[in-house]
């Protein structure tokens, strides 16, 4: 399915350009990080590539520019983690449903991917009662299980206390590890340190600057990455 | 006020005989009432469903027209039936007229628009709580619609009893398609109308509490099965 | 577009079982009759005796007289019975009935308060009553629902000489309802109403109200039975339909009328072949 290519992308809505012509590629790999300040546009353009938006311009084709159709293997996980009204696995078990998987085979990667996350006790509570950084964790099991070639990530600690956003970062690095491509979005440094390979930085819409992760923070060749970096730029 | 205790007393001697009329035309009613309720269930909740998360032209029409056909008077959808069932109407040769079936087709016209209407909210609102997630899962519209049915169960438990609640309620319908025959068409709503006519007050109110207490008890039973299934599923 | 199909198909399997024809195999016939008929008790006390015999239902359904001819027209009924000569001959005319047969009459009574301010107490000329009870202004309640009971109110007017569509005034109230309701309205109001004895006999909510005139001939209320035309309405039960004429106009049919009786009293007359009736 990779690599992802984004042309000439746009998006515009209630006469806001919101993305501004973001051209790049997505190759296997490296963990991608886009970064940016809020407002920039980060949470649109995760939902451009993964195709729950459609675009005012530009294009999102996958394969290298063969396939503009929406792939099926790939996944995202959301800042605000939706529950379905049904048990912890059943929650797992019900996207290996979606995507086709025979009951017996759901059943048992759900328990392995639960195991994995570290929910094998909660696998049969209610979803719902599960608390901010177990949710999270079971919507990265979720996502896991359906063994996606990429996994987008929309700020999936932003409302989590660091005990909680430890343990979904180790995830995201385990499940890197499994072979799934990582594009994640955060306006947290230390975790775009942390958990980047290379940096895709997003300011007002466009993207500013692109670098490997030690590059971008030594030396940010643009000035805006530069004040993002020491927390001076202005809030949108 | 006189009137009032002696319908309690009235209502009390009638459970009391075991008076086997009452119990007839109590499961009548029932049976008529909570047919129509399953059928207009099935027509309504695919329908709001599909209302709550397809967009198409003549849309806004249409929610205002079902949200408009919850308030239908139900003598008017009683003589639209008759006109249809009719020896001179178009379904005359169904010879459903004054038959318990013609009762249900009637309540189910008048059911399907509270059900399709309130489930259409309670799904739409969902639907903005879910939709993202859905789609990124690769849900069809369809098994979107299948999973926001069953997860929002407990709010449509409710849209179903408001249903219900309409169908036992109303007289005007079942007066003119089933005719109110002694024995065949005969239910609580019109039993009650009937002996208020005739000017027997207390037995009329009397009947009346019944009526009160037989849907309070079907509400009652579908609260504590709610409840339990909370308990379990959360 | 599963959704869709889903949806169309339930909706079909749900028609079907709603439209399926009911399991009864009863066999029934519909009449169409007046609810002052009904009320009166008359249909669940002599019909067991003609259902018992045959293994015909007879399926009463009471309206207005005009409602019950009306119900006959379109065909949705197979036997007539009501109280209204004028119309039914009418009924006739227009070829929806087979023939009119005279089953029983009953009577009407002029029913007031107590204290009966237009004096009419102890009467037996109806027409006078009614002068009286206009001059006084005295509250007086009518059906207005042209029913036979409102046809033959209205017609004791003319007789008495008064066009009362024309020359009604605040003292005189239409209802637009059935007996019952208009009893009740008279109760509360003390007013005068033209009441057929049945209804009064089986009513309950009295108030002040009492019989005041009786036993005019004019008052008298004659019932006619009609099969439907099966030539018009092919869907008529001929046979049951003319076997529950026959029981009615027959000696046992006629001798369980008159076996009808609220506290002792006897509603309905039987009178099947009696000239002019």
């Known amino acids: 399915m990779l690599p992802l290519i984004l042309e000439d992308l746009t998006f515009a809505a209630r006469g806001r350009t919101i993305i501004d012509r973001v051209s790049c590629e997505f190759t296997p790999g490296p963990r991608t990080v886009i970064l940016g300040p809020n407002g920039a546009g980060k949470s649109v353009l995760m939902r451009l590539c993964h195709g729950l938006l459609a675009p005012t311009a530009g294009r999102v084709v996958w394969r290298g520019g063969r396939d503009e159709r929406r792939p099926r293997a790939q996944a995202m996980v959301f800042q605000r983690p939706v529950m379905l009204r049904r048990s912890a696995i059943g929650n797992v078990t019900y996207g290996l449903k979606l995507a086709g998987v025979a009951h017996a085979e759901r059943n048992r990667r759900a328990q392995q991917v639960l195991d994995a996350v570290g929910l094998r006790a909660a696998a049969h509570e209610p979803a719902r009662i599960l608390s901010g950084g177990e949710q999270q964790k079971l919507a990265l099991a979720r996502a896991w299980a359906l063994e996606p070639e990429v996994l987008f990530l929309d700020e999936p600690t932003a409302n989590l206390d660091p005990g909680a956003t430890r343990e979904v970062e180790t995830i995201v690095g385990e499940i890197h590890a499994s072979g799934t491509k990582i594009v994640m979005t955060t306006h947290n440094l230390g975790q775009a340190r942390r958990l980047g390979d290379e940096i895709l930085f997003i300011n007002a819409g466009r993207l500013a600057e692109r670098a490997p992760v030690e590059r971008f923070f030594a030396q940010p060749s643009t000035a805006e990455a530069a004040s993002f970096i020491k927390g001076e730029l202005p809030w949108n | ?234 | ?277």
């Not at chain 3, 009119?100 to 007031?112: K, Q």
């Open chain 2, 1 to 234: 006020m006189g009137d009032i205790g002696s319908a309690f007393g009235e209502a009390a001697n009638l459970i009391l005989a075991l008076d086997r009329t009452l119990y007839g035309i109590v499961l009548l009613s029932l049976q008529v009432s909570l047919t129509a309720v399953a059928a207009a269930t099935a027509i309504g909740l695919p329908l709001g469903a599909a209302l709550a998360i397809r967009r198409f032209p003549g849309r806004p029409v249409l929610l205002v027209t079902i949200n408009a056909l919850m308030g239908l008077p139900p003598v008017v959808a009683g003589l639209l039936v008759y006109l249809l069932l009719s020896r001179a109407g178009p379904l005359g040769t169904l010879g459903l007229l004054f038959t318990p079936t013609a009762m249900v087709f009637a309540q189910t016209i008048l059911v399907i628009p509270i059900v399709a209407g309130l489930s259409r909210q309670v799904l739409e609102d969902a639907w903005h709580e879910y939709e993202e997630q859905l789609r990124s899962l690769g849900a069809t519209p369809a098994a979107a619609a299948t999973t926001l049915l069953w997860d929002t169960r407990h709010s449509l438990v409710t849209v179903v009893l408001a249903g219900f609640g309409r169908a036992a309620a109303e007289v005007g319908a079942v007066m003119i398609v089933g005719g109110n025959i002694d024995g065949v068409t005969r239910v609580m709503t019109t039993t009650i109308s009937l002996e208020a006519s005739k000017g027997d007050l207390p037995l009329a109110l009397g009947l009346g509490i019944i009526l009160v207490a037989v849907v309070f008890a079907i509400n009652a039973a579908a609260q504590i099965i709610k409840s339990a299934a909370v308990r379990r599923y959360g």
């Open chain 3, 1 to 277: 577009m599963e959704l869709r199909r889903l949806f169309a198909r339930t909706a079909c399997l749900v028609l079907a079982l709603a439209l399926a024809p009911s399991a009864l195999a009863q066999r029934f016939i519909i009449l169409a009759s007046t609810t002052s008929t009904e009320q009166s008790g008359l249909f669940r006390n002599i019909l067991p005796a003609f259902e018992q015999k045959t293994g015909i239902e007879v399926r009463v359904v009471a309206l207005g007289t005009g409602q019950a001819l009306d119900l006959a027209r379109r065909g949705d009924a197979d036997v007539v019975l009501v109280h209204a000569r004028a119309a039914e001959e009418r009924f006739l005319a227009e070829g929806h009935g087979v023939q009119r047969f005279a089953v029983m009459y009953n009577d009407f009574v002029l029913i007031g308060p107590k204290a009966d301010p237009a004096g009419i107490r102890g009467g037996t000329d109806t027409l006078d009553a009614l002068r009286k009870i206009k001059g006084a202004n005295a509250p007086f309640v009518s059906r207005g629902d042209g029913s036979g009971t409102h046809i033959a109110e209205v017609d004791l007017w003319k007789m008495a000489g008064v066009d009362i569509g024309s020359e009604k005034g605040p003292w005189y109230l239409e209802t637009g309802q059935g007996m019952g309701p208009a009893l009740n309205t008279a109760s509360s109001l003390s007013a005068y109403l033209l009441a057929d004895r049945g209804t009064w006999i089986a009513f309950r909510n009295r108030g002040d109200l009492e019989i005041l005139v009786a036993g005019d001939q004019r008052l008298m209320n004659q019932y006619g039975v009609m099969l439907v035309n099966p030539e018009k309405h092919p869907n008529v039960k001929r046979a049951d339909g003319q076997a529950f004429v026959d029981w009615l106009v027959s000696a046992e049919g006629q001798r369980a009328i008159a076996d009808y009786k609220i506290g002792g009293e006897q509603l309905f007359f039987p009178n099947a072949g009696q000239p002019g009736a």
